[in-house]
């Protein structure tokens, strides 16, 4: 990662950018790839029709692609000013410590952001645009308001800059989220139904658990875990219960 590192720190504004551009328009393309691979997954169960993708579906998430290369852009301007300090040479205990710490925070972090989103009248209608998607598609990750992307990354910045972390933790780490959010996006389940019931317990968000929050978007706001949903009785189970 060193190298890595002293690239970014030597290269000028144009330079980060286009690095910027070349790891962003990469994540897009690999969960592009990974979903469209998944749906040919053998065994898999429907959870509901294909959502049919749009024209104004692929610009959007090539906005969003932009905002997150703008974060990225940030956050390495903030490194180079100090605000980010990025530690190296980690052993592999603390990368895996700091992999685990990174995800449940912002787990916490964006069940509140989320859940505000859907509460809040004038952030609600710059969600509705994500919530467009009933259904899902290999595109509906990223069809999001340019605000919330935006926000999401400042979010994970502020952490960074409170939480000094490795350079391999924090990209872990993104990689996780981007699995996450293209699995979660699937409208069909992928594991089998014995190792479904394992990640349930285990508080794992799967595709059905997001599936069922596009289809009921009062419920389940969790991305990583379904941890505070369960804390705070918003999981798709508990409002049933309630409801009955
Ligand atoms: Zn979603
Ligand atoms: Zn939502």
Known sequence: ???????????????????GLIINFGIYFCSLGLYSALNYFPG??????????????????????????????????????GFIVLSEGQSVFRIVLEVVFLTLLMDLLMYVFHRSVHFTTYFRKLH?????????????????????????????LGVLVFFPLSATGISIYLVINSLWGTVGHLNHTVLPQSWLKIARKGCLCTSEFHYL??????????????????????????LQENNN
């Open 213 to 238: 929050h596009h289809q009921h978007p009062g419920c389940n706001f969790g991305f990583y875990t379904s941890i505070w949903d369960r804390v705070f009785k918003t999981n798709y189970s508990s």
């Open 44 to 81: 898999k169960e429907r959870l509901g029709e294909q959502q049919p993708v749009l024209r104004s579906d692929v610009i959007l998430s090539l906005v969003t692609v932009f905002c997150n290369t703008l974060v990225f852009v940030f956050g390495v301007f903030l490194w180079k000013r």
């Open 128 to 156: 509705q645009r994500h919530h467009e998607h009933e259904s899902t598609n290999l595109l509906s990750l990223f069809v999001l308001h340019p605000v919330e992307s935006i926000g999401f990354g400042l979010m994970m």
């Open 1 to 19: 990662m060193r190298p890595v590192l002293e690239t970014f720190g030597n290269a000028g504004i144009s330079e980060v950018i286009t690095y």
